[in-house]
Nanobody, 117 residues
């Protein structure tokens, strides 16, 4: 099973930006996605990308602010997050086998993103 390691989380002020990375231990010939779990809430879909990188999906709450991309040569998926809001505060998880907005079975350990107002 491919292992996923997220990085890039941290503390940022509202309006700021962060870029998350998800490095896979091997090639992932599958679509991938990002999910997040805000404090006290259920895990929710954020964005997904096809293996080719040509098809992407976004949650309405992040559309226009977040961009998902991937570099298959580096086995890495990215989430560029701009114009961050306090409600974006969550643990962000990388996922493989994501089908549009539905999660696959393989998860990373998560990275904390905190947006201060």
């Amino acid at each position: 099973q491919v292992q996923l390691v997220e990085s890039g989380g941290g503390l940022v002020q509202a309006g700021g930006s962060l870029r998350l990375s998800c490095a896979a231990s091997g090639r992932t010939f599958s679509s991938m996605g990002w999910f997040r779990q805000p404090p006290g809430k259920e895990r929710e879909f954020v964005a997904s990308i096809s293996w080719s990188g040509t098809i992407t999906y976004y949650a309405d709450s992040v559309k226009g602010r977040f961009t998902i991309s991937r570099d298959n040569a580096k086995n890495t998926v990215y989430l560029q997050m701009n114009i961050l809001k306090p409600e974006d505060t969550a643990v962000y998880y990388c996922n493989t086998g994501t089908l549009r907005t539905r999660a696959g079975d393989n998860w990373g350990q998560g990275t904390q993103v905190t947006v201060s107002s």
